[in-house]
């Protein structure tokens, strides 16, 4: 495989699913005939000119060379020899594929292996769609920030919570909102040299995007950390970090694989964080572990 292909793909179809995935909000329906075709048989693809891929998908050669640049290439011809290098490392070994739909009368063996696998999926395909000058972005903003709010509701509003303990383990100062109201009179507080940070899968949650959008009114720095990189949440944030954007089924609704994705997130910025501000947040981190330790040992009889 080329550099090129690692790089846009990493491992087998993997990476260029998960772009797929992520794209498929902003793209037409056609494009997405197209980006669907070239991640489900890039063997196939691989094999086709420009015209013959846009007959097979119904579109144009307009419509295919459009799909490849917002896939990340040049032109098609680039698209195509990238489709040939992974077409030929599937080849060489790949373990087939497991599917994630999970059966009403599945074993539960058979679900443990499904959810695990998917679990794993979502973070790759995260973590190979994550923008990492973004994150340093917004891990510099966290490190030097006054004050940092942090909204979601449902289930982004746990991973929320788990941002600002982690941020309080270290000797910030964050705050968590899942009430839209607190979430917006908190905002109004804010000012250059705070952070707001708004997480939401959909990128369309109003509960979200109002305190954010008052956040960034007052000058704050904002992030969103969001499913959708096109969403109405992004207009507000002046950084996006977009997470893996899974395909929901009826026994597994997407707040499970967004969630893991979240946090994931959640965590490189935790992790960067404490890189940067190492000197202060060692001994913060030591003293909390210290303050809790008495509830974690055994009560004599």
């Known amino acids: 495989m080329t550099q090129d292909v690692k790089e846009i ?48 998908t119904g579109t144009s050669e307009a419509t295919v060379v459009r799909t490849a640049r917002l896939l990340g290439y040049p032109g098609y011809r680039d698209l195509r020899l990238a489709l040939a290098g992974l077409a030929a490392q599937q080849q060489s070994g790949r373990a087939p594929a497991i599917t994630t739909d999970i059966a009403v009368d599945d074993p539960i063996a058979d679900v443990v292996t499904k959810l695990a696998y998917e679990e794993q ?77 708004a997480i939401t899968h959909s990128g369309s949650t109003g509960d979200v995007i109002e305190p954010l959008r008052v956040a960034f009114d007052r000058g704050a720095t904002t992030v969103a950390i969001t499913g959708r990189p096109d969403s109405p949440v992004t207009q507000y944030a002046d950084h996006v970090l977009t997470t893996s954007t899974s395909r929901e089924t009826e026994l597994r609704p997407a707040a499970m694989s967004s969630r893991t994705s ?40």
């Open 262 to 301: 979240q946090l994931l997130v959640v965590d490189c910025l935790f992790v960067g964080v404490a890189q940067r501000t190492y000197e202060s947040a060692a001994p913060a981190l030591a003293a909390s572990y210290e303050a809790l330790a008495h509830r974690h040992r055994s009560t004599p009889r």
């Open 121 to 197: 999926q979502t973070l790759a395909d995260t973590a190979a769609g994550l923008d990492t000058a973004q994150l340093g972005a917004a891990v510099a903003a966290l490190a030097g920030a006054r004050r940092t709010d942090v909204y979601g509701v449902g289930a982004s509003g746990l991973v929320a919570q788990d941002l600002t303990q982690k941020l309080l383990r270290i000797g910030l100062i964050a705050h968590a909102h899942s009430d839209p109201h607190l979430a917006v009179t908190n905002a109004v507080q804010l000012r250059s040299g705070d952070v707001a940070i």
């Open 9 to 56: 793909f990493g491992s087998p179809g993997g990476s260029l699913a998960a772009k797929v995935r992520t794209l498929a909000p902003s793209m037409t329906r056609s494009m997405q005939r197209v980006a669907e075709a070239v991640a489900g048989d890039p063997a196939g693809c691989a094999a086709l000119t420009v015209t013959g891929l846009a007959e097979l």
